[in-house]
């Protein structure tokens, strides 16, 4: 891989832009859209960059070849499912908060890496680093003027739809020889084709008038945040790695809570800070230890 440049550099922090400006997009595609229509148009319109980036790079989908079941039950797990809990829960909580909730990712997964694969066991560093950011977590919940009896199950759903992208990170080992691109257009497709009878036969969107500030957000999720998000990610990694692109999600929680004030005015309190603070240093120790060329393995 070759050393990051500025233009690099830039890039990463454009990833992060735009990965962190999609919960304050849907806190604003709530006010007219289900959680399952938002789910929907976001795979739908991330769907169209990535598949015509494979037709015109010659790469075939293969969606609905022998491997279709995996492509089907990533698709779920990790696009169907947390799209729908994030949208569901930031109905009722800032979109600064799930921005911070999701930055547990990383986390969670050094958590299941350390059961489900070979080389990633815990030590010292690393599990210094999941308690610290856990804990940052855990007091963000302590927060009674953002998290209340009203929406505390809201703020664990945001939590679970991080827990779903790990896993289906973990499932997408299965089929890791293959290339992204190919990958990500086949689970947009299978996702597609999940949500298009629930949306049918639950929210029917065609039945309503949206707002215009939420069709726009709704088709930015997709196009932007889902669709080229996901194309910037693959250039990051093949020119840079994966260690330099991982780096993104020191970004995310500190520009999303930015953003989320910016567009929307919400509320930023000393616990919201503090356990931002928390996470990102959490964050940067299990990265730490990811980098650390003599680490050592547990038992």
Request: net charge positive; with cysteine.
């Amino acid at each position: 891989m070759k050393k990051p440049k500025l233009f690099d550099y830039l890039l990463l922090i454009l990833l992060a832009l735009i990965w962190a400006s999609a919960f304050f997009n849907i806190k604003i595609a709530t006010y007219s859209f289900g959680p399952i229509t938002i789910a929907f148009l976001r795979v739908f319109f991330g769907a169209m960059p990535v598949l015509l980036l494979c037709y015109y790079k010659g790469i075939k989908v293969e969606a609905f070849s022998e491997d279709w079941h995996w492509f089907a039950m990533i698709g779920f797990i990790n696009l169907v499912a947390p799209f729908y809990l994030i949208a569901y829960g930031v109905q009722s909580v800032q979109s600064n908060l799930a921005a911070i909730l999701m930055s547990t990712t990383p986390l969670s997964s050094t958590v299941l890496g350390h059961f489900y694969t070979r080389n990633e066991k815990f030590n010292f560093i690393k599990t210094f680093g999941i308690l610290i950011g856990f804990s940052g977590i855990l007091y963000l919940f302590s927060d009674n003027i953002l998290i209340d009896e009203n929406n505390f199950l809201s703020a664990l759903l945001i939590l679970l739809g991080s827990t779903c992208y790990v896993i289906g990170g973990v499932l997408t080992l299965k089929i890791s020889k293959k290339k992204n691109e190919n990958v990500t257009g086949s689970i947009l497709i299978w996702a597609t084709l999940i949500l298009i009878p629930i949306v049918i036969f639950t929210e029917q969107p065609w039945n309503s008038i949206p707002r215009v500030d939420s069709t726009v957000s709704v088709i930015y999720l997709g196009l932007v945040s889902t669709g080229i998000a996901w194309l910037l990610r693959f250039r990051i990694l093949v020119n840079n790695g994966l260690i330099f692109q991982s780096q993104v999600s020191y970004l995310i929680p500190i520009f999303g809570t930015i953003l989320s004030y910016i567009f929307l005015k919400e509320i930023i309190t000393t616990k919201v800070l503090v356990s931002l603070i928390a996470v990102s240093v959490g964050i940067y120790f299990v990265r730490k230890a990811d980098n650390n060329p003599n680490k050592i393995k547990a038992d």
